[in-house]
């Protein structure tokens, strides 16, 4: 299974970003989709991720900037960032869940800088 990730980028504070997702190669079934990130000396934290029913689960400090969602049919998932502010630079990782095994990608930064 790989999963690519596109949409990482420089932008100012206030803007907004869309990160996506795209798995492919042997998948039976994917559980779970969704996104975690790792700023420069901190641990890798959960973002948000989504259930194969579309249930949504987010990290409390980013519930009502960030915005998950999946697209089944393509095997992708998004994250809608907004309002981005400074402490949102990280590594973005994308993450799939196919019991009873997970995969990463290979991260996608952002930058939120003026």
């Known amino acids: 299974v790989q999963l690519q990730a596109f949409g990482g980028g420089l932008v100012q504070p206030g803007g907004s970003l869309r990160l996506s997702c795209v798995a492919s190669?042997?998948?039976?079934?994917?559980?779970?989709m969704g996104w975690y990130r790792q700023a420069p000396g901190k641990q890798r934290e959960l973002v948000a991720d989504?259930?194969?029913?579309?249930?949504?689960n987010y990290a409390d400090s980013l519930k009502g900037r960030f915005t998950i969602s999946r697209d089944n049919a393509k095997n992708t998932v998004y994250l809608q960032m907004n309002s981005l502010k400074p402490e949102d630079t990280a590594v973005y990782y994308c993450?799939?869940?196919?019991?009873?095994?997970?995969?990463w990608g290979q991260g996608t930064e952002v930058t939120v800088s003026s």
């Open positions: 190669g042997s998948i039976f079934s994917i559980d779970y």
């Open positions: 993450w799939v869940r196919s019991l009873p095994t997970d995969y």
């Open positions: 989504i259930t194969s029913g579309g249930v949504t």
